[in-house]
């Protein structure tokens, strides 16, 4: 194992203290690295929290910032944050309209943000679950929340900077989930500082279909096929899950899982563009990049989110955070 660290017991917190002081401009490091929040919070706007296990960077803390996220909890790597840490960044950041947790569908993150919910006052949850590779896996009771999870934050977030309440933002989060759908594929294994060795072991010519963000087996392991096939592959559980709603104007999001270089990133992108579009979706908005990651892992997955008027204009709408930033 080769990585730029000192000691693996403090990679995470030496990561948090260098990430805000970069940051330093919009962000804010929490008491003992329990969250990442907001410089400037808005009275008055409902305060939206996520957060998960480490290695997924940009996400969580990468979403911090006007128009998307107020806090983000970090775990230990792959680890779900505990529950002092939501209730900790929920108490720094609400400003009396409520706190909406953004949660991804892993038993650690969603028993532990509960624990947390059931401690306070004035917050309601959405759970994302956008990954149609597998329906129950080493770390989920039902479907994984994955890549999608940034298009959630984004519409939600710009929702919340235009004022609206609690209960209609989760509204509108639980509807772009219900309209996203994604799918990945691992080239290598990740390599966790802790363990020191890859997550799982595969062959040169081999690739793990369905893989999830910490390495869970996917649907299946099979020889290395060309781009062109492997979004095809994608694209149709894609579509097939979708069904009836695959039509019309969409989001089209291809993530990097951290190891593979952006001139494959938009490889696929082109792939899959002309699959959807065939098939009769209009990609009207579009993203590149590794954003939804596992640590040094090469593969990517593809996410596409069916749009309408109101989600379009809010994930159109200005963003300011480390790892997103347009319109301002």
């Known amino acids: 194992m ?20 970069a940051h330093a401009d919009i962000l804010l490091l929490g008491d003992e690295h329990k969250f990442i ?115 959630v934050e984004k519409i939600v977030g710009a929702a919340a900077e235009h004022g609206l309440a609690l209960a209609p933002l989760k509204a509108l989060g639980d509807r772009v989930n219900t309209a996203t759908r994604s799918m990945g594929v691992a080239l290598t294994s990740c390599t966790v500082p802790a363990a020191g060795k890859p997550t799982f072991d595969i062959g040169d010519g081999e690739m793990e279909f369905g893989v999830g963000i910490h390495g869970e087996p996917g649907r299946r392991r ?29 989001l089209l999001f291809v993530n990097g899982f951290g190891g593979t270089p952006l001139m494959e990133l938009y490889l696929m992108y082109n792939s899959a563009r002309a699959i959807f579009e065939k098939h009769g979706v209009a990609v009207t908005r579009s993203l590149v990049g590794s954003y939804v990651t596992s640590l040094d892992m090469a593969g990517c997955s593809i996410t596409l989110t069916m749009l309408d008027d109101e989600t379009t204009k809010f994930w159109d709408a200005p963003v300011h955070t480390a790892a997103l930033r347009w319109g301002m």
């Open 37 to 151: 929040r907001r410089k400037t919070l808005r009275p008055g706007k409902v305060a939206l929290i996520s957060g998960g296990g480490s290695g997924h960077e940009p996400l969580h803390g990468g979403f911090v910032g006007h128009g998307m996220l107020d806090a983000a909890c970090p775990g230990q790597v792959f680890t779900s944050p505990t529950p002092d840490q939501m209730l900790a960044a929920a108490q720094a950041v609400d400003t009396g309209a409520g706190c909406l947790f953004i949660v991804k569908n892993y038993e650690g993150d969603v028993m532990n943000f509960d624990m947390a919910a059931e401690m306070s006052e004035g917050v309601q949850q959405i759970v994302t679950n956008d990954d149609v590779a597998v329906e129950n896996s080493s770390y989920t009771t039902g479907r994984r929340g994955v890549a999608g999870t940034l298009v």
């Open 222 to 250: 099979d020889t290395l096929k060309s781009a062109d096939d492997i979004a095809e592959e994608i694209c149709a559980a894609i579509l097939g899950d979708l069904g009836d709603k695959a039509k019309g104007p969409a």
């Open 2 to 21: 080769k990585k730029f660290m000192n000691s693996v017991d403090t990679v995470l917190i030496e990561s948090l203290d260098g990430f805000v002081a």
